[in-house]
């Protein structure tokens, strides 16, 4: 299966302290994308990584890529109780003729306590 | 606002109806996508249209159909509805394929 699974499952930190999260995927990808969602709400995207990077930054935000070991990371520096969401990665395969598709995992669920 | 509008926020039906869902993307985006998100199944893309033509299938039951109308805005219609098909229902869109993708605010279904 292509779809990005995230580890761990469910991450609760203080204020101020940094954030990791693994994204494992299975197949080929073209791109890798990690979004943001609130409770019951629209995902917010953050990072898209291209398969040919190994990383980007975005603010407090740092995502890097394993082609290699098919793995991805997405580090929160400096968290704030405002991160509290749950954080997806996605798997994007372009088969040609526009034809895309985004594979989601199963997401990260953050806890930032004040 | 990630300037992706989708109506109604919530929907209230009854099995076996018939609904549809709307939505507008962004100004100037071509790629439509439709995610189906429930507790069980979690985010499952659906379908992606670009510039109205139909590109990708996800999974899409035979139940569900969508389309894109020339001003790019798009419809998905979803019948004879199971309690099963309760869920939020996104839609998404991107400038083109491979990019990043903005979501509506979605649709929350309830079959009863």
């Known amino acids: 299966s292509q779809q990005g699974e995230e580890d761990p499952q469910a991450l609760s930190i203080q204020e101020g302290e940094n954030a990791t999260m693994n994204c494992s995927y299975k197949?080929?990808?073209?791109?890798l994308q990690w979004y943001r969602q609130n409770s019951g709400r629209g995902l917010v995207h953050l990072i898209l990584?291209?398969?040919?990077?190994r990383e980007k930054h975005s603010g407090r935000l740092r995502v890097t890529l394993d082609t290699s070991k098919k793995s991805s990371s997405l580090l929160i520096t400096a968290s704030r109780a405002a991160d509290t969401a749950s954080y997806f990665c996605?798997?994007?395969?372009?088969?040609?003729?526009?034809?895309?598709?985004?594979?989601f995992g199963k997401g990260t669920l953050l806890t930032v306590n004040p | 606002d990630s300037g992706v509008t989708q109506t109604p926020k919530h929907l209230i039906t009854a099995t076996g109806q018939r609904v549809t869902l709307r939505c507008s993307p962004r100004?100037?985006?071509?790629?439509v996508y439709w995610y189906q998100q429930s507790l069980d199944q979690g985010l499952q893309f659906l379908i992606q249209?670009?510039?109205?033509?139909?590109?990708a299938k996800g999974n899409i039951l035979e139940r569900f159909s969508a389309q894109q109308f020339p001003d790019l805005h798009s419809e998905l219609n979803l019948s004879s509805l199971e309690l099963g098909d309760s869920a939020l229902y996104f839609c998404?869109?991107?400038?083109?394929?491979?990019?990043?993708?903005?979501f509506g605010p979605g649709t929350r279904l309830t079959v009863t």
């Open positions: 990584i291209r398969s040919n990077e």
């Open positions: 996605a798997t994007g395969l372009n088969s040609g003729g526009s034809n895309y598709k985004l594979t």
């Open positions: 197949t080929s990808i073209n791109n």
């Open positions: 998404a869109s991107s400038v083109a394929s491979d990019y990043e993708q903005y």
């Open positions: 100004s100037g985006d071509l790629s």
């Open positions: 249209y670009y510039n109205g033509e139909e590109r």
